[in-house]
């Protein structure tokens, strides 16, 4: 019987030129199709471009278990470069355990940043390699390099990666141009602390057949190879895989894990997956699947949370980079709440709840978002409410090809590349796709999404002890006619109805059923006294004087919620 292969996912992240590429070469063992930089622009450069992968076998460490076996750290060498993000966030989603690389000259950098917000998002497990020690004088290199240690467990201290390894290494002593003959330092040490931190990943072969293809290449005789990690499911010789994004189905030829034959591969493995007849060209990046199990979605519900570094608000209408399975494409978004009654309550995760109304929002809500109006008053009255979970609705510009409950990311990647600041606003879970190309019409109408609204106006006159006269309420090209049998509340405490237009100035009649309290009534019969000593010629003078003064109008408030999708535009009151 074979000793058992268990394959960990390694990411390796951080800024440009901190030495990633390096020490991916430095660690591996076997180099796959994809690494080190192979591809023509990536050389030409001097920066990686794409995902590199390559592996580095061990023998299994105590803690995976008993028995013969091998470690196989599958290195998935993360470009650096600013505007690569979106192939970092598509190589985030298939990493078991993450390697922080940063420039020990440097510290923590914009990039180091982001790396470390995704690893925080899609990642459970941490080691922080400090490079390039052979840049440090000699004298120095061991108080430089303690310095540095203490500087990172600050940075990591309020992170899920608080008190992870820092290790000191130098991948490529003397630089890029050095000799080969130099050897890496602090390597070996590495890779123990690599083998301490692997752990059993959670693998599942059942299910469908999902994988992120990361390059796509042809053989002379044999066909073309699609190398990736399987996200979900598993694969054997023989299967049909679909290609989604052109609607083509293949049937697997033969399959490869980094130079070996296999007849099988599951969840987590990195595997190349031969095919006949189809042009590489037509995928370089992407998703193959079990057929017809993903959907092409136009919009998309997502529950989601902000990311604590991202500077800003993040307001309705606006439009980001949205990371959907391994595609990015321009998004849309409305953010949306409980009703304020529900902030507290438990919501069951990864289900969308069509049945319960929501509360529209003009941005999400965080701590800084709440204004500084608001948090004065709320500080008298103690903590500001937040919602225990918010949603998004999220309008594509173009269809985007994606499994159910994946990770969503929102950035904005057209920020300036040199401003110091962190691109990533959300993340989130994919919880329903809308696969109608008219979802406004056949699925928006069930999201019951409203806004709460509240009008004021004032009482002019009283009629008798059953009705007033309203106005400010409305403009005057209102039609009141809709808003009539609708509830509102005077000041003074008095429940009425609206009951009608009065002549053509957008004023108003309101009867009160229970009738006009007598201190009301004086209130009112003083007010409207004083309106008519005034004389006609004076009236818009006595018109201003009226509103300062000491008197208050009575002010009559109408509030109704009105659905955001709903068509009829209906005004509800509960």
Known sequence: MAARVLNVNVGVLGHIDSGK??????????????AFDRAPQSRARGITLDLGFSCLRTELPPQLGPGPGELQLTLVDCPGHASLIRTIIGGAQIIDLMMLVIDVTKGMQTQSAECLVIGQIACQKM????????????????????????????????????????????AKPGGPEAPESENPQGISELIEVLKSQAY????????????????????????TVMTGTILSGSVSLGDNVEIPALKVTKKVKSMQMFH????????????GV?????????????????????????????SLKKIQYFRGALQTKAKFHITVGHETVMGRVMFFSPAPANFNEQIQENVFDFEKDYLYQEQYLSKDSVSSEENKENDQAGEVQLPKQQWALLEFEKPVTC????????????????????????????????????YTETFLPKLKVYKQKHKE??????????????????????????????????STGEDGIIDGGFGQSGKFKIR????????????????????????????????????NDSAQPVTISLIFKRYVFDTQKKMIQS
């Open 200 to 223: 059993l990943p959670s693998r599942d072969p059942s299910g469908h057949f999902l994988m992120a293809v990361d390059h796509c290449f042809s053989i002379k005789g044999q066909g």
């Open 403 to 438: 499994p159910k409950l994946c990770l969503v990311i929102g950035s904005k990647l057209d920020t300036d590349i040199h401003a110091n600041t962190c691109r990533l606003a959300f993340h989130g879970v994919l919880l329903q796709g809308m696969e109608d190309k008219n």
């Open 260 to 271: 070996t034959p296999v007849t099988y591969a599951m969840q987590g493995d990195r595997v």
């Open 127 to 170: 080691v922080v390699v400090l490079n390039k020690i052979d840049l440090l004088p000699e004298e120095k290199r061991q108080s430089a390099i303690e310095k540095m240690t203490k500087k990172m467990q600050k940075t990591l201290e309020n992170t899920k990666f608080s008190g992870c390894p820092i290790v000191a290494v130098a």
């Open 512 to 547: 009160i059923p229970d009738g006009l309290k007598p201190d009301t009534k004086m209130l009112l019969t003083a007010a409207s006294k004083k309106k008519s000593k005034g004389g006609k010629g004076d009236m818009t003078k006595e018109d201003e004087s009226s509103k």
């Open 274 to 302: 031969c095919v006949t007849q189809f042009d590489p060209k037509l995928l370089e990046r992407g998703l193959i699947c079990t057929p017809d199990s993903l959907h092409t979605i136009h919009a998309a519900i997502i």
């Open 21 to 34: 590429t390096a020490l991916a070469r430095a660690l591996s063992t076997t180099g796959s199709t994809a």
């Open 457 to 490: 106006g004032q009482v002019e006159r009283v009629m008798d002890d059953y009705s007033v006269i309203g106005r400010s309420l409305f403009k005057k090209e209102t039609n009141i006619q809709i808003f009539v049998g609708l509830k509102v509340k005077l």
